[in-house]
């Protein structure tokens, strides 16, 4: 495998270490977010004086280099991002070349979750590319003694209209660098009718390399007399070892050192274990084989799936602990209902089984306290934080260089690998990288929470809604909270996307609502999931609103339809302060009944079409499923028509489609079979043997994907297309068969008809 030496330098000085680069112009934005340029012939200074808070290069020889500064987990980020500017500096894409940008405060927030990366950085980067533009047409025009007026930027170079002349911009670099940045009145930014790059497809920059196998991912890094680790955590969550035959492990092949780490009671921080640290990852991991110990399992040793649903049906005769939203009298407005529906949904925990295990390479040098850190992470600067708490660095000697991921889905936000292979590194004198196993990876994962709905809803002789009860039990962690006066109090945290906010919808467009929440304490570390909360409530939520549709004796449509209303007003506040937009969610709704043809086709037996939609992630998305059951119950999706409005601009068409089918894809392999077990606090399922993922032959045989551009913000794409799937598969199951599913996964349900 081709060796990777430390990027650390190269990455820092990549703007003057090309050869032949000589002056370049350099334009960055600020923490402010103000367009700010260096000193001209900043290259020349060393590199230690380079301040690296820059996106743009362009050299002497033309060549224009792109810093792409999220982490790129598969979403496309990494090709998105460097279009935009592309687009707006008037660039031809096939003269770019992309450096991944490590951890550096310049750069400004770096995360890559929510699907927030394409709107946090969409309209900066379209003024930071407008801005170079300006200046080197700025730059030609002062060259020829002639209005800026009068000279067109255009694919890497400037004309000069009247008299013919042409510029290319490496030509430009020296009297560009020599000019203050232009106010922002008089940068003029591309009219998007001319853009010639933004919404074609581009394949990703890395394609080929991934293709080709090429050492891309965390797992891939190499170091100069590199080790190599594994690390035991106790089966429980929140025990701890008490000892472990290390001597005896110590004397194995290729071992050069195993020990115990303290660790902390925080779940989602360096857990408790035991360090096996070898010349090879095989030889840690056959030492590990012999590794035995004796651990404290702690509180979480009573925990069982079995034991949670039972809290969760003795829950659900009393009211919720939590109120999180109370209109009108709901028990009136059932009383009065011309027909009622009562129904009780439940899902299981699940892991994000990203294809690359968790894994980080660290390099502690007490020389100087610095602490290096190669990692596959989606939030680089919390990892940064978390090391710099849990060891008390100051985080200017923690550097973090981001590598690809091999699939994140929300997992790798959390940073607790990167905490573990820190603690490990600072034991040894050598680089060392920490490598899970799958085992691991499925097993101490940070889960999507599972969750039970008790729901009651009503629709009147009109076929209205006219009540809707959720009594939500969820799950929570005890966490400690600082409080005003200084002291702590310990309060229940629920799980990242397992507390329901009141205003979900359909919860602030019906008159007698009742939202409540009881959270049921665990000991189980939990974290974002894909569309965190939107990816189950979706689910649960539009299957009961088809249960209400079909007990009034309304066209699913058509019923949702009615339920948002005919307005163009945002109700309420939505997501993340968002307002809920219910022209946009109506307009995607109409347009996936068009293009789906929904009402048009006659189902025979067996054969059926569903519909939802979700808001979620700033995205307004709707889709149609179309199914098939065989008799003995076998499940095949025939077609899903998706519609998303996610703004003005798809960035990259490609990646656009690439998002929405994967999300098509994923929801439906969430939707069939992942599962959780718990017993003794453990989680059963070890491998993708018995935690089975959707494969090949079981995907939909069409997805048809429809972006609709309205004059909103541009939005991310990697989660909204998920959550309407499940509901629209179910609602469709049910049109085939008149089978209601309301417990996950679907492999488990009996699907058979007669």
Not at 480 to 503: C, F, H, I, R, Y
């Amino acid at each position: 495998m081709k060796r990777i030496v430390p990027t650390s330098p190269a990455r820092r000085r990549f703007l003057g270490r090309s050869a032949g680069a000589g002056i370049a112009l350099l334009l960055g934005v600020r923490p402010d977010g103000a367009v700010a340029a260096l000193p001209a012939g900043a290259t020349a200074a060393s590199a230690d004086d380079f301040v690296p808070n820059v996106f743009i290069r362009i050299g002497t020889n033309g060549k224009v280099t792109l810093v792409s500064k999220q982490p790129e987990i598969g979403q496309g980020i990494k090709t998105s991002l460097p279009m935009v500017l592309a687009e707006a500096l008037e660039v031809d894409w096939q003269a770019v070349h992309v450096v991944q940008g490590d951890l550096n405060p310049a750069y400004g927030p770096q995360g890559a979750g929510g699907s927030t990366s394409t709107p946090t950085n969409y309209d900066n980067f379209l003024r930071l590319g407008a801005t170079a533009r300006t200046m080197l047409v700025q730059a030609a025009a002062r060259t020829w003694n002639v209005p800026a007026a009068e000279c067109l930027a255009e694919r890497g170079a400037v004309t000069h209209g009247a008299s013919g002349r042409t510029l290319a911009y490496g030509a430009l670099v020296r009297a560009a660098a020599a000019l203050p940045v232009p106010a922002a009145k008089d940068v003029v930014l591309k009219d998007p009718a001319t853009y010639r790059l933004l919404g074609t497809r581009v394949g990703g920059v890395d394609n080929g390399l991934v293709v080709a196998g090429q050492p891309l991912f965390g797992i891939d890094t190499r170091l100069p007399g590199m080790l190599y680790a594994t690390y035991v955590k106790c089966p429980v969550p929140g025990g701890r070892p008490v000892e472990a035959n290390l001597a005896a492990v110590k004397a194995l092949p290729g071992v050069k050192a195993a020990f115990i780490v303290e660790g902390s009671e925080n779940l989602n921080g360096l857990r408790p274990g035991v360090a096996i640290v070898a010349d090879s990852t095989w030889n840690a991991f056959r030492a590990r084989r012999k590794l035995t110990v004796t651990w404290d399992e702690g509180d979480g040793a009573h925990h069982s799936w079995a034991g949670f649903v039972a809290q969760a049906q003795a829950a659900r005769a009393k009211s919720g602990t939590s109120v999180m939203r109370e209109d009108g009298d709901v028990d009136a407005a059932l009383a009065g209902a011309a027909r009622t529906v009562e129904a009780e949904y439940s899902y299981p925990f699940i892991s994000h089984a990203s294809m690359e295990p968790q894994n980080c390479t660290a390099w502690f040098k007490p020389a100087d306290g610095t602490l290096e850190l190669w990692a596959p992470t989606q939030n680089p600067g919390a990892g940064q934080a978390l090391v710099a708490a849990t060891f008390n660095i100051p985080k200017d000697k923690i550097v973090l260089h981001i590598t690809r991921s091999g699939g994140g889905f929300g997992r790798r936000l959390s940073s607790d690998f990167i905490v573990e292979a820190a603690a490990i590194a600072q034991k040894v004198k050598a680089p060392v990288k920490l490598t899970w196993t799958r085992e691991d990876d499925l097993q101490h994962d940070h889960f999507r929470a599972g969750g039970f709905h008790f729901l009651r809803g009503g629709v009147d002789a009109a076929g209205k809604v006219v009540a809707w009860h959720d009594h939500f039990v969820t799950f929570a962690n005890r966490v400690e909270k600082k409080e005003n006066d200084g002291g702590t109090a310990s309060v229940l945290q629920p799980g990242s996307g397992a507390n329901l906010s009141g205003d979900e919808f359909p919860a602030r467009w019906v008159p007698n609502c009742l939202v409540e929440q009881t959270p049921l304490e665990c000991r189980i570390p939990m974290g974002p999931w894909r569309a965190p909360g939107s990816n189950v409530f979706a689910w649960v939520f539009h299957s009961f609103i088809d249960e209400l549709a079909h007990a009034a004796g309304r066209d699913p449509v058509a019923f949702r339809l009615d339920l948002l209303g005919n307005h163009d007003m945002v109700a309420g506040t939505g997501e993340r302060g968002v307002p809920y937009n219910v022209a946009r969610m109506r307009g995607v709704l109409t347009a996936v009944a068009n293009k789906s043809g929904w009402g048009k086709k006659t189902f025979p037996r067996g054969q059926g079409a569903g519909v939802a939609f979700h808001f979620s992630h700033r995205g307004y998305v709707a889709e149609v499923a179309e199914v098939t059951v065989s008799r003995d119950g076998r499940l095949r999706v025939d077609r899903v028509v998706v519609v998303a409005d996610i703004g003005a601009q798809v960035v990259n068409l490609s990646g656009a489609e690439n998002q929405a089918q994967g999300s098509v894809i994923d929801g439906l392999s969430t939707l069939m079979y992942p599962a959780l077990d718990i017993d003794k606090g453990r989680i059963v399922q070890s491998n993708f043997h018995d935690y089975p993922l959707l494969r090949m032959p079981d995907t939909p045989t069409k997805i048809e994907t429809h972006f609709l551009k309205t004059d909103y913000p541009v939005t991310g794409l990697g989660e909204p297309v998920l959550p309407p799937l499940a509901p629209a598969v179910c609602n469709a199951i049910f049109a085939a068969t008149g089978k209601r599913v309301r417990a996950l996964p679907l492999a488990k349900a009996d699907l058979s008809w007669s």
